[in-house]
């Protein structure tokens, strides 16, 4: 066999057989084969070299591309992914999207259980027809995959986001809330901290400065009454306050406080705010992620009615790029560019 | 030609001779038309499929002594009456067009005889 036949032939039977059982397959191919050689025979006995005549005779039948998708569509293979039915899909989703969430949202009340539904059904639609798609193996192969990767990604969200947290978007509101009230404990926390930590470096600069002038450093254990302090700070209600040199005529309860416990109390308050900190960040790190992915629920229809729409356009601008080159390559057969 | 050609008719006026394979489908039609019917012969199997889904034809592998089997398409019953149906819708398309595109040639040759 001539190679041109061959590979043409091989073609058509390439594509034939994706769609069509094997045997109805080789039928056709074998009728196409018996054509093209009866054709081949009656030019050479019309004079015409082997070779010439296989390429009159390719060149008579069409492109295999052609040939192969008339067949196909004639099985109702191809004629059923017409334009319309490509499209209209996408578009189906794209209605579901943009009409269902406000539809919904001019229900009052709405069931917590409705919420996700208009997520969940065109999601569910997107990964049947994309399925569907490539297990036909349509031409549209790569755009369908990324419908098909983007409507998974989409259903994996919306499961996470609506039924592993719990959470729903009217929370959202509550949980921002909480998560301010966080900082501030975590803000008073520390706050207490930095106190401790003044409280300690005044005593020891007051206990140096005592010493140095021959005066009684505060004991602990020792509770001083009014006027028989060895010292105390102008104002026991500034930390940073500056200390007299002077008998304090007051109790100073934080520096009794401060003797009383010392290092043990400030290891003892700055372990419990590390800890505390440690325990609110990370659930605020939790509750962040949950909120971040409720919020982006909320912008989600509109996010994949978008990207939807992008995928439609592309299919389309596929399908018709697609027919003008079919076009194209079936006018070159015709005018035997191939031969 | 300017006028669409109605491909399924043809095929069906071709076996109304008697039952043909493809190859002889395609040659009867260029052959009887003068070459003027040279048909896509990449149309013709999808063609042969869909009227055979119609029930108009139906095909027939028939194996021979001297080469490969081959299929070979006979006419049905249906298929005949389709055939009858397209005739009839041909008879008044080309009596509408004859109408309407020879009456000039008629004129002139009346004119021709009077002058």
């Not at chain 1, 032939?9 to 196409?32: D, Q, Y």
């Not at chain 1, 969430?101 to 065109?122: D, H």
Request: charged share 20%.
């Amino acid at each position: 066999m001539d190679s041109l036949l061959e590979s043409y032939l091989g073609r058509i039977s390439k594509r034939l057989r994706r769609s069509l059982p094997a045997t109805v397959a080789e039928e056709h191919l074998k009728e196409i084969g018996l054509h093209l050689s009866e054709s081949i025979a009656d030019q050479m006995v019309a004079g015409k070299s082997e070779r010439a005549a296989t390429i009159e005779a390719v060149r008579r039948m069409g492109s295999d591309v052609l040939v192969a998708d008339g067949i196909l569509r004639a099985h109702s293979k191809i004629g059923e992914m017409s334009v319309w039915r490509l499209a209209r899909v996408p578009s189906l989703i794209v209605m579901l999207y943009c009409v269902v969430p406000v539809a919904m949202g001019e229900m009052r009340p709405v069931p917590e259980w409705l919420i996700p539904l208009p997520l969940y059904l065109p999601t569910c639609f997107v990964i049947f027809f994309s399925y569907a798609c490539l297990r036909s193996r349509r031409v549209l192969v790569l755009p369908v995959a990324v419908a098909f990767a983007v409507g998974l990604i989409a259903f994996l969200i919306d499961i996470m986001a609506f039924s592993g947290f719990g959470y729903t978007a009217r929370s959202h509101q509550e949980m921002r809330l909480m998560l301010r009230q966080n900082q501030s404990q975590i803000a008073m926390l520390q706050s207490q901290v930095e106190r401790g930590a003044n409280l300690k470096s005044a005593y020891v600069e007051g206990t140096a400065k005592a010493s140095r002038f021959g005066l009684e450093a505060p004991q602990p254990e020792r509770t001083y009454t009014s006027g028989s302090g060895p010292w105390l700070p102008v104002d026991q209600t500034s930390v940073t306050s500056r200390w007299v040199l002077q008998p304090a005529s007051t109790v100073d309860v934080a520096v009794r406080q401060w003797t009383k416990h010392g290092d043990e109390y400030l290891t003892a308050l700055k372990a419990d705010m590390q800890n505390q900190l440690a325990i609110r960040r990370r659930l605020l790190s939790s509750r962040l992620d949950a909120a971040t992915l409720v919020g982006y629920a909320g912008n989600y229809t509109l996010l994949v009615g978008v990207v939807w729409l992008g995928i439609l356009i592309w299919n389309l601008a596929f399908l018709g790029f697609g027919w003008l080159y079919r076009r194209a390559v079936s006018r070159m057969w015709q005018r035997g560019r191939f031969a | 030609m300017g006028f669409k050609t109605d491909a399924e008719a043809l095929v069906l006026g071709a076996l109304v001779a008697g039952p043909r394979h493809g190859y002889g489908i395609v040659k009867s039609l260029r052959e009887g038309s003068s070459g003027l019917f040279n048909m896509n012969e990449g149309q013709l199997y999808p063609l042969l499929q869909k009227m055979q889904e119609r029930g108009w034809i139906k095909g027939e592998w028939e194996m021979s002594d001297s080469g490969p089997a081959r299929k070979t398409y006979v006419l049905l019953e249906e298929g005949q009456k389709e055939l009858a149906n397209r005739r009839e819708q041909w008879k008044r398309f080309s009596s509408a067009v004859g109408g309407l595109l020879l009456i000039d040639e008629q004129t002139g040759k009346a004119e021709v005889s009077h002058g």
